[in-house]
């Protein structure tokens, strides 16, 4: 797998880069802004880039900015965008329009190296990796409040290890149910949102979460 | 007419303080007060002359050149600041000639920048006041010199006219000439001469000595009603205004500082503890490897100690000032506060546009509390958060179902809270019966 890494703090792009490398992904670029992280991007294509929400020069949105744009003129890429905190405002705006080969997570998730690695893969294999808390924050600020508030407790506890980007039988496997209850479980909330099925795990949950923050 | 008395006399039967009175009118001539303030009438026109031309000038050239080059504003506040240097002498000048003690007014406030300098150098009204008084003071100064020496001048050559009056003899007068062409031309002179005349004269001179120490008096105490008025403090409105200007920079300066002690945790503590919990991480998994079980569990448990040492720091940034408050505004920044109540939180917020910043700031400082309060103690199944505008100010709304009985006084974080909204000219209203609901509002100017 190839990964570029934009991140401001050297500690941390040291850190990311030997743990991605010691688990046998190749770093093909690891840049400091975002400007850097677009040029770099576009030139060497690579898997997956893993990027910081605050960069230089305003250590605001600059990761959130590229992280869009490159969503946009290079679909192929995936994007993973780590953050301090995770707001759903952001998660609304990364989610817009293309739903593949995308992940939100908050920097602590790193700690977590195994479950960090395997986030990464996912991105670059086209999957999802959203953070429980964008999730919950989605449920909380829907403007369709109504259909949100017919959903169960257990329901949004599906649909938010769902986000996270595991399969039925990994969700199974977490909430310790059987994967048929699962099954039932995700056909529930699309029936209750009226939504269409489709087949494959990740872009069902974005189709969800892109229609909660619409 | 009163007898002389004493400057100051004593009260016989008690031992009081003594008790000040007006001097006699016959030895207002000779006390010292009389003179001081004749030398300060005397000095007003030099000094009028001075700050009069400075203050015309210098304002007529900067009036002159605003419309030219824009040179002509910061000439305009120099001039005013020069005016309040001025003003320091003039006071000076008051206190020890006029006994008149005026506090000075409060310094400039300026304001940051070149623009903030000029405009706060324009706007100074304290600056303005001590202008009018340059102005005032040319013809104030004329008035009084010519009043005050002629009268002095009059009543003492009256006084000495039997000495002088021989003098007039050399030029074949018989005295002071009142009317008439003079001795070398046709026509009737009248002269002040013979016994009746001169006495008379003398009289009027001795009248005229003791009425001056009172017209001295009077003049004197146009002077200090101008100093008083023109350069001493700011009135009461004016302080307020100056106390709101100044609080609201003290505003804005803590809302910048939380900005930055906010980025300079997420840049140091924050990006050092994620990458110790990395290392940590990998640590945990190679030694899960090798099955060496008690540096295992030890390694383990130090992950899990900084991994909710950075959730608790991330929580304490967060209450501080969050970055999405900054770009993206109230509305964004409320859903997280919202999505970490323990209880489901409906949020709505209608604003036209973003407040000022140090406002936004307290607004979400507000939410956020009222909503860890709803949390820890409101026993409440839902909460609601409105956010929205009204004649020209916005309220926050944080509603709850749970027990009530919320209260300013209790010691509690609302206090603080109330502390904080007023502020920037806030108030917080709490309505919370026992038994609840609760309902606290927060209005804040836009």
Redesign the interface.
Known sequence: MRVVIAED?V??RD??S??LT?RGHEIVGAVGDAEQLVAVATELRPDVCVVDV?MPPT???EGIRAAVTMRATLPEVGVLVLS???????ATELLAGNTSGVGYL???R?????E?VAAVERVAGGGTALDP?VV??L???SRK?DVVEKLTPREREVLGLMAEGRTNAAVAQALVVSDGAVEKHVSNIFGKLGLAPSDTDHRRVLAVLAYLGS | MSMPSPVTAYDGSTGDAPVRTRPGILRAPFTVRTWTDTIHLVLNLPVGIVGFTYAVVFIALGIGLTPLFLIGLPLIALTLLGSRAFGRMERARASALLDEHVRAPAPLQRRPGWTGWIRSGLTDRTGWRACLYLFLQLPWGVFTFVVTTVSWAASLSAITYPLTQPLYRRADMPGAMISGDGPNEPGVDHYLAGPGLVSLTVAAGVVLLFATPWLVRGMANVDRVMVRGLLGPAFLSEQVRDLTVSRGAAVDTAASDLRRIE?DL??GA???L??L??????A??NLNASQDTETARMVSSA?DE??LA??EL?DL??GIH???L???GL???L??I??RCTV????EVDLPERPPAPIESVAYFCASELLTNVSKHARATHAWVTVGHENGRMYLIVADDGAGGAATGKGSGLAGLTERVRGVDGTLNVDSPEGGPTRITVWLPL
């Open positions: 703090s500690l941390l850190g990311l030997r743990l010691a605050r250590h605001t949105d301090q905190y995770v707001e759903e405002q952001y908050l920097k602590d790193v700690a977590d190296v195994g960090f808390e919950s924050q449920l909380g600020r409040r | 980025r997420h840049d924050q990006a050092r994620v990458a919990a990395m290392d940590l991480g990998m945990k998994e992950h900084v991994k950075l959730q991330r940034a967060r969050p970055a999405v900054t770009d993206r509305d964004a920044a859903s997280s919202a999505a489901p939180v409906r949020v």
